[in-house]
């Protein structure tokens, strides 16, 4: 595919540039930087691994200290488990850039990803700068997305577009993951811009908010990243009222394009989960609560058993319930658990469904999209988490490839 | 291997006998009986998923009815997820076996492994019994570790003598697992018997203590079984003094002999997990309490990253690392932890030891038994589980079996 069939729209205020600094590998774009005009305004949300690598600890310190004008993003070393020597790397790839644009270090936020417990070569990407930040470009979003990739085999790029009284503001973005995934605050990397006129506070709740709906429900191994990281930047370009309400029109609408955003990017990243031959839907209804959902949800999409029966197209749901049973709920009564396969329904009162024929979940099972449906009858809340199968391809790739 | 290869002691006061009643297969062994002569006593442990199978439901009612006089046990179908019907015909397996006997139903303790869903074939069941029964003999053991298995490649048989006041005690035991292995209160399937006179009590006590470090301390892949089931029977031919006191020279002795067994046991069936390559020891040391050291334990057993690692002989420690800070403990300082393979540091001081080589790190990885060692450095309580690799047989096995 090349660059030019990944439809989107620049963002006015942002610019983009990519380059190679032979990070991992020669000849491939692997750094990648975002200006952003003075006046944008930076949520983000980051990992909750207690590893997390030295740039998400950067990251979080230059963001509180003053709005970011640049995001230096690297791919093919993750900056992770490198101790003090890995926060000063990260320091000394910011000043770099710094340096040559004239700003303060704290002005730009470091974001790495790819091997973890490598040093930074940051004399590599110290030299890569001056060329990549001569060719900042409004249209560069495609040539980013590809050089965040790591063991992506696809670029991940999305914008929404959506009116505030009169004026059309934008909504793009870019993500990376693959492997790794189990993302507990937001995806591996994932930066987003819009031109609206938000406020920080106002913000940083979209921000939080879409990405509970999106990154926060995807698993592709359940392994979450050191390097997990969402950036949602607003330029402020489009010159709107600013956007203030978190209870208004003008928020529910930049929500809704944020969210839109980040549900298709992420479950663009599901799709090109390592391995994936399948996009997985698990749905918990009738919970008592959000947790209880989520956590049948995650064990049926955290098992081994699943998801290489979903690779086979087996519709194998006695494996299915026995995730369910061992998912930790306490009380459940299995009697009154309904499980359905898409629209057939498989599992009710503790064993398989009288009307339950193996052709019609065979069927479902050969698709490449498939819906778990696991109603508890306990509660009335819902949830759902996007997961894929488990292939030879996922064992190829990750006894292969040095994550 | 022939059963002449696998040693063993009888246990005076059991009997057993194996036959093909063509469950699932034709042809092979998939029927055991065992005989326990008046006076024993059992104890037994089952599984915590919710969705427990039939057989599990009425093997807990039966033995809170009277002490067993027979243990019934099929492989080829798991009698899982068949809601009534299911405990109608693992009730009408038992009455089968207990007409012959001439015993009541309740004195015969059903168990069922292998596929999940499908209705048990309780006629084939009740044809093949009358020549079982009339085979039964103390030095069938190694026949009937062979009988119960499913995706086992190998029968796990296991012997242990101790002395008793100048008697020589015997604790033998069959096990069966090898996927949908991580139990919770005991592995799949395990039958041990020992000849000593040991208060019910005492002996349930004995078994759940043994289980704890051994059965319940092991993990394939993170799938807790519908059926796991794990049995202790004490025929008292031996004829000592009863053990009754927890505190005593003599329970000491059993329990030591009992953990002896189900530890191998549990150690054979990570061993033989579906694809496995490696055994993997993981001890997770100077935690807090024991629920945290076994809850980075097991994140790091059941890390698909770090299983696909591990098959490919990679020293990969970065992710290692990322299981550890994604565990879930709380307040967890990095800068504390130390993480050694074997007996090569790889992690201090949040990043890679200073001392470390990938030379030594792949030296110890290249080995088929493997040690990680991670020290929190909050505590004084240690845990260790013992798991296996991810390979691409795992994969190929639970793509094309149906469990």
Not at 62 to 79: F, T
Not at 279 to 308: F, N
Not at 351 to 368: I, K, L, P
Request: charged share 20%; hydrophobic share 45%; proline share 4%.
């Amino acid at each position: 595919m090349s660059d030019s069939d990944l439809p989107f729209e620049p963002v006015a205020g942002v610019r983009l540039a990519a380059g190679a600094a032979g990070i991992r590998y020669q000849g491939r774009d692997d750094l990648v930087v975002l200006a952003l005009d003075p006046g944008t305004t930076c949520a983000a949300v980051f990992t909750r691994n207690a590893f997390c690598a030295a740039p998400v600890t950067l990251a979080r310190r230059h963001l509180q200290a003053v709005q970011p004008s640049y995001l230096l993003i690297n791919s093919g070393n993750a900056n992770a488990g490198t101790g003090k020597r890995g926060l000063e790397d990260a320091h000394a790839s910011c000043q770099a850039l710094a340096d040559l644009a004239g700003c303060g270090a704290e002005s730009v936020l470091p974001f790495s990803t790819g091997v973890i417990g490598e040093h930074l070569p940051v004399d590599r990407i110290a030299s890569a700068l001056p060329a990549v930040l001569q060719s900042l470009d409004a249209d560069a979003w495609p040539r980013a997305a590809r050089a965040i990739m790591t063991t992506d085999t696809r670029p991940k790029l999305r914008s929404v577009r959506f009116d505030l009284n009169g004026r059309t503001a934008t909504v793009t973005g870019i993500a990376k993951g693959s492997g790794m995934i189990c993302p507990n605050m937001a995806t591996m990397l994932a930066f987003l811009a819009t031109d609206a006129v938000v406020d920080p506070e106002v913000l940083q709740t979209c921000l939080r908010s879409a990405a509970d709906r999106s990154f926060n429900a995807v698993s592709v191994d359940g392994d979450t990243s050191t390097n997990d990281a969402c950036v949602l930047a607003a330029t402020g370009a489009l010159g709107n009222a600013p956007i203030e309400d978190p209870h208004g029109a003008d928020y529910a609408a930049l929500l809704a394009a944020v969210e839109a955003v980040c549900v298709d990017l992420a479950t663009e990243i599901v799709r090109d989960g390592e391995g994936a031959t399948k996009l997985v839907r698990i749905r918990v209804e009738e919970a008592l609560d959000r947790d209880e959902a989520r956590q049948v949800a995650y064990t049926i999409a955290h098992s081994p058993l699943v998801k290489t029966a979903l690779f086979a197209s087996d519709p194998n749901w006695g494996r299915i319930l026995a995730a369910v049973g061992r998912a930790g709920v306490a009380d459940l009564d299995i009697d009154r658990i309904r499980i359905h396969l898409g629209d057939v329904l498989i599992v009710e009162e503790g064993g398989r469904a009288a009307s339950y024929t193996e052709e019609a979940g065979a069927a479902v099972m050969a698709g490449s999209e498939i819906d778990i449906r696991v109603s508890l009858g306990r509660g009335s809340v819902d949830a759902q988490i996007l997961t894929c199968d488990f292939s030879y391809d996922y064992v190829r790739i990750n006894a292969e490839y040095r994550s």
